[in-house]
């Protein structure tokens, strides 16, 4: 047989082609059976054109979701070097306010863990005289300002420090920076 298949119709399959032929315009139940084949092949080159094109629209999407993805990525990375950003920006902006009033209190200062942070870096420094009952946070930078105009005659202190200089000088001299030799201030050891 060249390609050629017996067929076998069912009785319910016969009265299908009989009502195909007269749909079609057939001439017989044959002409309808080679209709719905050739209807049936015709349909089935469709849907593997539509197959096909599906497996082609998957790893597009594949690429899209990779891209996706590399986009994500780079969102977060800019929102971490944002936030990063503006982190020190509010850590410099503490610390230029900080020395720009000299010394502030540690009850002024809302942002605990921050505080806690720069002092354990070393950018701020946390000041307290158990006997005065008093802590202040500074930086090093006020501190090594102060110190920096010793030795300074008992006199000049007031001429030379600002007010508030003043009473962080009292505390570092309370807390042993600062000596004490006759009428002059001298940086300690």
Do not use: C, W
Not at 152 to 170: A, G, I, P, S, W
Not at 179 to 187: A, E, F, M, T, W
């Amino acid at each position: 047989m060249s390609g050629e298949r017996d067929i076998k119709v069912t009785e319910d399959g016969y009265r299908l082609l009989k009502i195909i032929k007269e749909v079609a315009g057939l001439g017989s139940e044959g002409e309808a059976l080679e209709y719905v084949v050739r209807r049936f092949l015709e349909q089935s080159e469709i849907l593997r054109e539509i197959l096909s094109r599906l497996d082609v629209i998957e790893g597009e999407i594949e690429v899209l979701r990779g891209k996706l993805d590399e986009i994500r990525e780079l969102l977060e990375v800019r929102e971490r070097r944002r936030v990063k950003k503006e982190v020190r920006k509010y850590y410099e902006d503490l610390v230029q306010y900080i020395e720009d009033r000299v010394y502030v209190f540690p009850s002024e200062i809302k942002a605990k863990k921050k505080l806690q942070r720069l002092i354990e870096e070393g950018v701020l420094v946390h000041l307290r005289d158990e006997g005065l009952n008093v802590e202040v946070i500074t930086t090093k930078k006020v501190i090594e300002r102060i110190l920096a105009k010793l030795p300074l005659k008992v006199t000049d202190v007031d001429k030379v420090l600002t007010e508030r200089e003043q009473q962080l000088f009292v505390l570092l001299n309370r807390l042993g920076y600062i000596l004490k030799k006759g009428d002059i201030y001298v940086r300690a050891g």
